[in-house]
């Protein structure tokens, strides 16, 4: 379709938008794609393949999959109470959910490996059971539960405020149960949506960095997370192997960047639909 | 109020009182545990060594040198992202043009990067071994380990935060306005700040806010670019790490009652601009797909 008038300001809108792009985020991402690239093959499969990096991916992922599955069943009931039933502090609490992204990452931190250590609050109650968290890959996971927190129930909340009550009254008239009305009727509706926050949460806690390196204790192939690898690296000075591993984390995000928009996609089309 | 306003209606699927009950309880406990806690324990132990402690820590020279730094980086990276979220929004929503999604694919990018594969990428770029390192080291230009590395690398971080916010909501309210304005003979500027501005000024607010919190909180990518100079490259998040691994717990605490402060600050802004319709999409909903729908 062709219009006949058109705005004004696309050179200048487009040009400061492109610069900044170019500048800001493809020269560097590029710069390390490069960086990556010259290894050679042979160098960066040695690298990027090396037991302390496949122990890496192995905690992260491991971690990032627990702080998922809690997130999914606390993210459902929190979403649920906050948009079905009135009580009391209600909107404090729907307020208090998007905290962990407003806390910085290393308060946060700091904070977590305070309260779990073991002379701390839930450290020391969690002692008499002989559970250790804090410099555990369980440290590891609540701090990724914590940061990614606010992505599940986010994204399910609208979605369930916006289900259409006669679906449930019709399958209550046809004698159904709450719970496998729930799981019949209000789940699958909730399904692309809870999706899509699953795979946001996911990525986030693949690439959280800062809450987690003070409550890990970061040991090599026990509690070593792949960005603190990638981080360790600099730091000694081996800037190919930095390049090499943080272009695994780059990979992945991009891998999980497409499943988000194709899920976020499908769970908009069902948003609009209902 | 006649009796048919108030019509019983049938309870719903979860209304079972004790469900009801049994669930808030266990959501509340859980939200006291996982997130007022962490808040709760900033504020004890930034404490528990007295306010006078409380008072000289914040008042030692590093600490102050710290938040400086830290709001100077906020008072230059915000600003220009915020310049780059308007320019970005009316590029993609007022116009039509081949790339528009790849761009907004672009400009998502940030958002699902690990902040040290920012960093480390910053240091290819400008670092010794990166692309223009000799030339820089040749100009004696510091960028690394040095200011404007750390607000490159928090511009990076925080590039969607505004742009997402006007993008859906300027997709939404089309391009009508603006062409009547033009129409009528005002420039681009004088329509962009009287027809289009008053209507994104509230969602323009919230990105502003969401990005100063995350400037002035970002840590992994700044740890990396900024070389940890205490007292010259230590912005605050930085700062609170240098103490905490000291062994300086309250120090560390009191340092980050700051930050926890900022956030509280944050949360009650974000609530009093959504009642004002800001952010009223679902969270973080790609623009690829709200383009994408509007499109049909």
């Known amino acids: ?274 | 109020m006649s009796a048919t306003a108030k019509i019983k209606r049938p309870p719903r699927v979860g209304d079972n009182p004790l469900f009801r009950t049994i669930l808030i309880a266990v959501v509340l406990v859980v939200t006291a545990l996982f997130i007022v806690a962490p808040l709760a324990v900033i504020g004890f132990h930034a404490f528990s060594q007295g306010w006078r402690f409380y008072a000289a820590t914040i008042a030692h020279p590093d600490t102050l040198h710290a938040i400086m730094l830290t709001v100077v980086t906020a008072l230059i990276a915000v600003p220009i992202n915020t310049a780059f979220g308007i320019a970005a929004a009316w590029a993609i929503t007022k116009f039509d043009f081949p790339g528009r999604r790849l761009l907004l694919v672009v400009i998502e990018i940030p958002f699902s990067i690990s902040p040290i594969v920012a960093g480390v990428a910053y240091l290819f770029v400008y670092g010794l071994q990166g692309l223009f390192g000799e030339i820089l080291a040749d100009a004696d230009v510091k960028i690394l380990f040095a200011l404007p590395g750390i607000v490159l690398a928090s511009m990076f971080v925080t590039a969607p935060f505004v742009a997402r916010e006007l993008i859906p909501l300027m997709q939404a309210q089309g391009r009508d306005l603006e062409e009547a304005a033009t129409s009528l003979g005002a420039s681009g500027w004088r329509t962009f700040f009287s027809v289009t501005l008053p209507n994104i000024r509230w969602a323009l607010l919230y990105g502003v806010v969401l990005c100063n919190a995350r400037v002035m909180g970002e840590f992994g990518a700044v740890s990396v670019v900024s070389g940890n100079i205490r007292g010259q490259t230590n912005t605050l998040p930085l700062h609170i790490e240098l103490l905490y691994h000291d062994y300086q717990t309250a120090g560390a605490f009191a340092a980050a009652s700051i930050l926890a402060l900022l956030a509280v600050v944050t949360l009650v802004a974000k609530v009093a601009l959504e009642r004002r319709g800001a952010g009223r999409r679902p969270a973080l909903a790609a623009p690829v797909a709200v383009l994408t729908e509007n499109a049909k």
Do not use: C
Not at chain 1, 58 to 79: C, D, I, K, P
Not at chain 1, 244 to 263: D, E, P, Q, W
């Open chain 1, 1 to 274: 379709m062709t219009r006949r008038r058109v705005l004004p300001g696309l050179p200048l809108a487009l040009g400061v938008t492109l610069v900044y792009v170019s500048i800001i985020v493809v020269l560097p991402l590029g710069a390390l794609v490069f960086k990556a690239a010259s290894l050679g093959f042979a160098d960066y499969w040695a690298i990027v393949s090396s037991p302390r990096a496949v122990a890496s991916y192995r905690v992260t992922a491991l971690s990032a999959l627990g702080a998922t599955v809690f997130n999914l069943v606390f993210g459902l009931a929190l979403a649920w109470v906050l948009v079905r039933y009135r009580f009391p502090g209600r909107r404090l609490i729907d307020a208090l959910v998007d905290l962990p992204f407003a806390l910085p990452t290393a308060v946060a931190g700091i904070a977590l490996t305070t309260l779990f250590a073991h002379n701390g609050w839930f450290g020391s109650f969690l002692a008499n059971f002989g559970i250790k968290v804090a410099y555990t890959p369980l440290g590891i996971m609540v701090a990724m539960a914590f940061t990614s927190l606010p992505f599940i129930v986010r994204t399910v909340q609208p979605v369930l405020e916006d289900l259409d009550p006669a679906l449930e009254e019709a399958a209550q008239s046809l004698g159904g149960s709450d719970a496998s009305i729930f799981r019949r009727v209000i789940l699958p509706l909730l399904t692309p949506a809870i999706l899509a926050g699953v795979s946001l949460s996911f990525a986030r806690s693949l690439g959280e960095f800062g809450a987690i390196i003070f409550i890990a204790g970061n040991q090599p192939y026990e509690t070593e997370i792949t960005s603190l690898l990638a981080f360790i690296r600099l730091e000694e000075y081996d800037y190919q192997a930095a390049a090499a591993i943080a272009s695994v984390l780059l990979i992945t995000a991009f891998v999980m960047l497409a499943v988000t928009n194709l899920l976020q996609a499908r769970a908009l089309r069902y948003t609009v639909k209902n």
